[in-house]
T-cell receptor
């Protein structure tokens, strides 16, 4: 069973609010990832990290920011939520090798009203 | 990152074998072939991976072409719970990229009872 957790599972919030989506893993993985996925659509990589103090932008431009101060924790922040940010956000982690599997959290479904 | 090509959708009957193809003609010699699947309303989960030889695990089998330009995920006896989107991805050296953990559209597998 994957030891990667996302909170909250569901969030409805008003426009202009600052939000932080939490992602934690207990597997000691150096690599962590954030994806955005609209219903029935592709997974889009928006941020990733190779370890503490490492953050990179993914293929899809996003107004969100991330930080990696601890190995196990990779939070995603939106400074000012907008309705266009409504989506599902998925977090994943992986070991360093090319043959290691990645583990995904259950996701946070964000609705901005 | 090397790209993969998969059919948009496939349909199969319950309790029959399913062969899901993936083309990766630009694969490099060090890329691993990974398969993930995403059940409705869940995050993706790992299915299987391989480098050159065919692989079997409790979920599926992976058949890799001799030239490695294509592979096939085999579900030996599909059940309704196997209905999901199946993703074929390549994981190569990190080298500054997101290490190949990017997902395309995948194949939407429909299982008929």
């Amino acid at each position: 069973e994957a030891d990667i957790y996302q909170t909250p599972r569901y969030l409805v919030i008003g426009t202009g609010k600052k939000i932080t989506l939490e992602c934690s893993q207990t597997m000691g993985h150096d690599k962590m990832y954030w994806y955005q996925q609209d219903p029935g659509m592709e997974l889009h990589l928006i941020h990733y990290s190779y370890g503490v103090n490492s953050t990179e932008k993914g293929d899809l431009s996003s107004e969100s920011t991330v930080s990696r101060i601890r190995t196990e924790h990779f939070p995603l922040t939106l400074e000012s939520a907008r309705p266009s940010h409504t989506s599902q956000y998925l977090c994943a982690s992986s070991g360093m090798g090319r043959s290691t599997e990645a583990f995904f959290g259950q996701g946070t479904r964000l609705t901005v009203v | 990152d090397a790209k993969t090509t998969q059919p948009n959708s496939m349909e199969s009957n319950e309790e029959e074998p399913v062969h899901l193809p993936c083309n990766h003609s630009t694969i490099s010699g060090t890329d691993y072939i990974h398969w993930y699947r995403q059940l409705p309303s869940q995050g993706p989960e790992y299915v299987i991976h391989g480098l050159t030889s065919n692989v079997n695990n409790r979920m599926a089998s992976l058949a890799i072409a001799e030239d490695r330009k294509s592979s096939t995920l085999i579900l030996h006896r599909a059940t309704l719970r196997d209905a999901a989107v199946y993703y074929c991805i390549l994981r190569g050296y990190s080298g500054g990229g997101a290490d190949g953990l990017t997902f395309g559209k995948g194949t939407h597998l429909i299982i008929q009872p």
